[in-house]
């Protein structure tokens, strides 16, 4: 009886874990955490590339992003620059970084990252290797 009940408690204790495992990587697989990740790397690939258009044009880089709207080389969807702050970062006449960072109006909320490092080519962050809670 002993053997019987200890076997019980592991099995529950088990099915705990999976279901607690579960939970905390559901968001992981989120289709709308992927569909925001993904709109606003299409976002920053779009500004790295116009950043390179606009310095290979003018020979220098622009003094912003809206200088890239101005000079038609950035279209930007609404809600991306509605729930987050883009930056770029240059060095050495190159794109080096840019960056996205989640406002209070993004759905999972602010101080989320998104950063597309140029020359490596390499992402990082908010649904890419970090998840919301």
Not at 59 to 67: E, L, Q, R, S
Not at 101 to 113: E, N, Q
Request: charged share 25%; proline share 4%; with cysteine.
């Amino acid at each position: 009886m002993v053997k019987t009940k200890k076997f019980y408690y592991f099995i529950i204790a088990a099915l705990a874990l999976t279901i607690i495992a579960g939970c905390a990587g559901s968001r992981k697989n989120n289709p709308a955490v992927q569909m925001r990740s993904q709109q606003v790397q299409k976002a920053l690939g779009d500004i790295a590339q116009a950043l390179v258009d606009y310095k290979t044009e003018h020979g220098y880089f622009p003094k912003g992003m809206a200088t890239l709207r101005d000079a038609h080389y950035l279209s930007l969807m609404p809600d991306v620059e509605r729930d987050w702050t883009l930056k770029y970062y240059i060095d050495g006449g190159e794109v080096m970084m840019v960056e996205a960072v989640s406002r209070l109006s993004m759905p999972d909320g602010d101080g989320y990252r998104i950063e597309y490092r140029v020359q490596e080519e390499s992402w990082g962050g908010y649904g890419i290797t970090v998840f919301p809670r």
